[in-house]
Every structure is written in structure tokens, then in C-alpha cells.
């Protein structure tokens, strides 16, 4: 099975899901949906094991602001990549930065 399931008709918003699916399990489903307002909303759909035994159906809407999804249709496709590289996976690139550090330890001083 696929890792991650992109339904967009849109290539703009399939790119910002792309930006996201970092930040949500393998076998996650994003679906493209026009929103109230008429701007898209990405809808992402996964399965979380919560702490019993059972599976838990997931469903999350990501609504962006029209101002902002001007902006981010005006900028160049160049910016917009690095827009996106640094905008969702920051916990993680903090986190594998923390994990990669080979400082040693400062020993305990009493005062």
C-alpha cells in the first residue's frame, strides 16, 4: 500500500499537503474539498491507536485563510518550495539536531 494517498484536483494544494504529510503517520489520506468561502480545504484522514486495543478513525480540516492562500499562490514556485521546507517539519528537524549532538556531557559541580 501506498504511504500516503493525495487527492487533489488542484497541484497548488496537493503541493501543501505534501508540505504536511510529515507531520501525520504513514497511510494517511489527504482529499481536497472547496471549502464554504469557495477556497479549497485539505481534509486528512488517518488511523490512530489510541492507548486500548482499538483503532480510531482520525479526521482533520485544514482551512487556509484566502489572504493567505493569495500570497502563497503569488509567490514563485522557487519560494515556494522554500517556504514550505521550513514552515511544517520544524519539530523535527529539532528533534533530530537534539539527537544527533555529540557534545559530552559537562560533569555535576557541587557548589
Same mark, same amino acid.
Given at each position: 500500500?501506498?504511504?500516503? &494517498?493525495?487527492e487533489?484536483?488542484?497541484?497548488?494544494?496537493?503541493e501543501? $499537503?505534501?508540505?504536511?504529510s510529515?507531520?501525520? /503517520?504513514? &497511510?494517511? &489520506?489527504f482529499?481536497?474539498? $472547496?471549502g464554504?468561502?469557495?477556497? /479549497?480545504?485539505i481534509v486528512?484522514h488517518?488511523?490512530?491507536?489510541r492507548?486500548?486495543?482499538?483503532?480510531?478513525?482520525?479526521?482533520?480540516?485544514?482551512a487556509i485563510a /484566502?489572504a493567505?492562500?493569495?500570497?502563497? +499562490?503569488?509567490? /514563485?514556485?522557487r519560494?515556494?518550495?522554500?517556504?514550505? +521546507?521550513y514552515?511544517?517539519?520544524?519539530?523535527k528537524? +529539532?528533534?533530530?539536531?537534539?539527537?544527533?549532538?555529540?557534545?559530552?556531557?559537562r560533569p555535576?559541580? $557541587?557548589?
Amino acid at each position: 500500500m501506498e504511504a500516503y &494517498q493525495f487527492e487533489c484536483a488542484n497541484a497548488e494544494i496537493e503541493e501543501l $499537503a505534501r508540505v504536511i504529510s510529515d507531520l501525520f /503517520p504513514e &497511510q494517511t &489520506q489527504f482529499i481536497e474539498r $472547496a471549502g464554504e468561502n469557495g477556497v /479549497p480545504q485539505i481534509v486528512v484522514h488517518w488511523v490512530a491507536m489510541r492507548f486500548g486495543s482499538t483503532a480510531k478513525r482520525m479526521e482533520l480540516t485544514v482551512a487556509i485563510a /484566502p489572504a493567505a492562500l493569495a500570497r502563497y +499562490r503569488a509567490m /514563485p514556485p522557487r519560494a515556494r518550495a522554500a517556504a514550505s +521546507r521550513y514552515c511544517a517539519p520544524m519539530w523535527k528537524r +529539532r528533534w533530530d539536531r537534539s539527537k544527533k549532538s555529540t557534545r559530552k556531557a559537562r560533569p555535576y559541580r $557541587a557548589k
